[in-house]
Nanobody, 127 residues
Framework: QVQLVESGGGLVQAGGSLRLSCAAS???????????MGWFRQAPGKEREFVAI????????DYLDSVNGRFTISRDNAKNTLYLQMASLKADDTGVYYC?????????????????WGQGTQVTVSS
């Protein structure tokens, strides 16, 4: 298992930027690199949706179309940390952001395919 803790959320104006972090707690580097990692978000009244995913090595990434070009997912395996750099933020980006881990990098981006989840961090974009 891997324990995940998100941080970095907050209030930001439209057009601004924010960086989210997801730390693997009490996990070895070897354990962390065993997982592909993803970011999801959930807005009020909506279902949780896929935002981005990154492979174990960091060599492959994929994004939700509406964030592609604005968000960048990355990982630092030496620090057991996942990041989501968000730029040009819009009001529609508002929601609780969750990091998640899966042992399998696959085209299935649904939440049910991810085994481990953090508690989430709130991102609010004002306009």
């Amino acid at each position: 298992q891997v324990q995940l803790v998100e941080s970095g959320g907050g209030l930001v104006q439209a057009g601004g930027s924010l960086r989210l972090s997801c730390a693997a707690s009490a996990a070895s580097e070897r354990t962390f690199v065993s997982y592909a990692m993803g970011w999801f978000r959930q807005a009020p009244g909506k279902e949780r949706e896929f935002v981005a995913i990154i492979s174990r090595s960091g060599g492959s990434t994929d994004y939700l179309d509406s964030v592609n070009g604005r968000f960048t997912i990355s990982r630092d395996n030496a620090k057991n940390t996942l990041y989501l750099q968000m730029a040009s933020l819009k009001a529609d980006d508002t929601g609780v952001y969750y990091c998640a881990a899966t042992y399998t990098y696959s085209p299935d981006r649904t939440p049910r395919r991810f085994d481990y989840w953090g508690q989430g961090t709130q991102v609010t974009v004002s306009s």
